[in-house]
């Protein structure tokens, strides 16, 4: 059974988890906050603490995982390099793991060019390391058309 992790799953993480469950699908979804592990587990996910901004305690989670969801096109505070030096150096780590797919969220609340340039690092590293990787665009403000885009993309990347 193909495994889903989500980083950053907060309420939007969840409305995805709860999609990719029904369909099936085995899901973890990391929280910085172990209190929030719980939420994560009633979406139907497995909780995992993990903080995007130390890859190691992210790469011990991906065991079993098939694509990684990077949702983090609203996260909030030093948020740059989630979409710069940290995103390229997770994808370069990926290589070496069985991760076979990547979903990289580009659009949310923070800074336009700060989505487009992690959307650029991760379709360059996709290229390179011949990672498929999916770029998702939608507007997480209309949550019905960037949970069927998630999905969608997730999808994709399991069905070759």
């Given amino acids: 059974m193909a495994r889903v992790m989500i980083v950053g799953c907060g309420c939007r993480g969840q409305a995805l988890a709860r999609g990719l469950a029904e369909r099936g699908l085995a899901v973890r979804g990391t929280t910085r906050d172990p209190a929030r592990t719980g939420e994560i587990e009633a979406a139907g996910a497995e909780g995992a ?5 130390r890859l190691g305690t992210l790469l011990r989670h991906v065991e079993g995982v098939t694509v990684v969801c990077w949702l983090m096109g ?3 505070g030093e948020v740059a390099e989630l979409h710069s030096g940290r995103l390229q150096a997770l994808l370069e780590k990926l290589v070496d793991t069985p991760v076979r797919g990547f979903v990289y969220e580009a659009a949310g609340t923070c800074d336009r060019e700060l989505l487009d340039a992690g959307g650029a690092i991760a379709r360059a590293a996709g290229a390179t390391f011949r990672l498929p990787v999916t770029v998702v665009e939608e507007d ?17 990347l399991l069905v070759p």
């Fill in 74 to 76: 609203s996260a909030e």
């Fill in 49 to 53: 603490v993990a903080d995007p901004d």
């Fill in 140 to 156: 997480p403000a209309e949550h019905d058309r960037w949970l069927t885009a998630m999905l969608k993309a997730v999808e994709g």
